[in-house]
């Protein structure tokens, strides 16, 4: 596990950029054979504002002092976190770090969709008016930062290790890809995988227009939480071809500027919503018309 620790730390980060960038050629070109929303993808409408804020984060992702994997290794050296107390032999601390991490990224999920105040910045992902490759980076950078602490409290509280938080990051790029591909698989494998990770298939509900579909399936990598927690929604295919992508309020092409989305947050927006519950009843589209 040494080695394979140590070869990770020197080439983790040319084999994520393989990986995201290998993803998004492959599944971009899947995207031009077997789409599976009919209509067309306006992506010279969409693509500037996706592939700005993309930029942006990668760029500011890139320029936070802060590692993950130095934290990790300074939670090992301090002998703290669960993982670590226990002495978790290395493979039941993967699979455990795997399910930790795919929990809280579920549990954080939920909260951007119950807590109006983080609402604010996750619309901005949810405000794409359709569903490709170049959603995947759809984020505004403040959710990035507000994601960071809680990331960083699960590995001090786990004690999730450095191999364990590289290979779960990894797998997660990859799977962001894939799950918000405009790709249609044959149903009895849509139907095999969500039993275990996320599909696009079952990420596209989430990102329908209709609200108490928008909260369920909150999972970005393993499927599980959607199944224990009782979120998950499915949809037949020709209920997913028909079904609307984004905010109902914002189908305009507000929806499309790097600049109206950066402020998105800060706009006045009115919510009334239940912690717990399925209900939104948003005036953001009079407000911001006004
Ligand atoms: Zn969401």
Redesign the pocket.
Known sequence: MDAFDAFLRVQIDPITYVVFFGLLLFFGLMETWAERSPEPARRAGRWPANVGLTILNIVILGALPVSGVVFADGVREAGMGLFNWVQANPVAALIGGFLVRSFTSWAT?LA??KIPFLWRF?RV??SDTFLDISTTVRFHPIEFLINLPITLATIAIFGISPVTLMLYELFDAGMNVFTHANIRMPAWLDRTLRTMIVTPDMHRV?HSSYHPE?DSN?GATLSIWDHVFRTHTFKEADDLEEMEIGLRELQDKRANSLIWLLALPFRPIRIKRWILGNTIESETAQKDAA
């Open positions: 999920h951007m969709h996750h992902h949810h989430h928008t909150y």
